[in-house]
Nanobody, 120 residues
Framework: QVQLVESGGGLVQPGGSLRLSCETS????????MGWYRQAPGKERELVAA???????NYVDSVKGRFTASRDSTKNTMYLQMNNLKPEDTAVYYC??????????????WGQGTQVTVSS
């Protein structure tokens, strides 16, 4: 059963913009710490942006000022607006939702990943 559904990746020129979406269920959206990660070829997966309090996001230094993560509670969807994209942003981007249904019932869900390619 797919818990997180991502969309919005693609090919864009340097300096361009993309917006990624991560839709989930209401129950997961309201109880999870959610974030965006990426994995470039030959590299480890890294955190891009994460909500720790559910309202504000923290960002990796390399995307600060260019990427903005947001959450829409009316759509149970998390977004990643990416502006001024650079070739080094090329990666598969994943959303993640981590939480617990109960004290001894944690979960850690990942989206299927969406490819972002920045190239001229």
């Amino acid at each position: 059963q797919v818990q997180l559904v991502e969309s919005g990746g693609g090919l864009v020129q340097p300096g361009g913009s993309l917006r990624l979406s991560c839709e989930t269920s209401r129950s997961i959206f309201t109880r999870s710490d959610m974030g965006w990660y990426r994995q470039a070829p030959g590299k480890e997966r890294e955190l891009v942006a994460a909500f720790s309090s559910g309202i504000t996001a923290n960002y990796v230094d390399s995307v600060k000022g260019r990427f903005t993560a947001s959450r829409d509670s009316t759509k149970n969807t998390m977004y990643l607006q990416m502006n001024n994209l650079k070739p080094e942003d090329t990666a598969v981007y994943y959303c993640r939702a981590k939480g617990a249904w109960a004290v001894e019932s944690p979960y850690d869900y990942w989206g299927q990943g969406t490819q972002v390619t920045v190239s001229s």
